[in-house]
């Protein structure tokens, strides 16, 4: 911008309102369908007037969801979300500017105490990104839209470019990841097969380094093997753990490649010894 540098969270505000009012639409709906469609079979086949009665309070309750679910979704997103910061003016800012959707307030340079880069990831892939200020009187959370380029900035290079516009301020620029580890067990759980294939061993080595590597393991009767064969049980193993494995294994992998590599002498070594 000609006043100064913004970070752009919000392209759209007509889109942003209809993610919100479309998810707060839908959810309510989808929820009591099950219970809708049970009250009105009911109905239909029994003829009774209880019957008819229970289905259209319960459709007038999925009715009234949908109405407060709407309005909260679309108060939050107009009070709370917020759309652009900007940091004014160019090369040296003294003020930062934040516009929510129907308002925006400005403040000086001096109140901006910290600014952190937050990055979520699962499994080694980033899951989303924000930028949280921190000033002197509040916490200002600041997240992309799905739609915005800004949610596909790189983290480091997003803090760097933050270090290098708040370092004459003395504005202090961190970055965070958060990882997530609260994965459904077993649901979410690696099974044996594909934590050998993310490791690349054989599945019978899995156990053996599992128990090595401190990978948290869970064993379990699954539903099917429940009715057929009670006595079958399956283990599958922690997510997060298990991938931090990978990673090490890959690591270690390249180093020991990079070690026979210095060690083992090349075919022009070899013709020079020859020819010697």
């Given amino acids: 911008m000609t006043d100064g540098w913004r970070l752009l969270f919000v392209p759209s505000r007509a889109r942003e309102l209809a993610v919100a009012l479309g998810s707060s639409l839908m959810v309510p709906p989808v929820v009591a369908a099950p219970l809708l469609l049970g009250f009105l079979v009911a109905a239909v086949i029994s003829g009774s007037s209880l019957a008819w009665g229970a289905f259209w309070v319960l459709l007038a309750l999925t009715a009234v969801a949908v109405i407060l679910l709407a309005v909260a979704m679309v108060f939050v997103t107009v009070s709370v979300t917020v759309r652009w910061v900007e940091l004014r003016p160019l090369g040296t ?74 370092g004459p301020a003395q504005v202090a620029v961190e970055r965070q990841t958060e990882v997530k580890r609260d994965f459904v067990r077993p649901d979410e759980w690696w099974t044996p097969s594909h934590t050998a294939e993310v490791w690349q061993v054989p599945v019978g080595e899995v156990d053996r380094i599992a128990a090595r590597r401190g990978v948290e393991g869970y064993g379990y009767t699954p539903r099917a093997s429940a009715m057929y064969s009670p006595g079958t049980s399956a283990t599958v193993y922690d997510p997060a753990r298990a991938y931090e494995v990978a990673e090490e294994l890959r690591a270690e992998r390249a180093a020991a490649r990079a070690a026979d590599g210095t060690v083992a002498p090349g075919p022009a070594e070899d013709d020079a010894t020859d020819s010697s």
């Fill in 93 to 166: 800012p003294a003020q930062v500017v934040i516009a929510r959707f129907l308002r925006s307030s400005t403040m000086a340079m001096t109140d901006l105490q910290r600014v952190v880069v937050v990055e979520r990831l699962s499994l080694g892939q980033r899951k989303s990104i924000k930028v949280v200020l921190h000033t002197r009187g509040e916490r200002v959370e600041c997240e992309p839209a799905t739609t915005a380029p800004l949610a596909r900035v790189d983290a480091q290079a997003l803090t760097a470019w933050l270090t290098e516009q708040l």
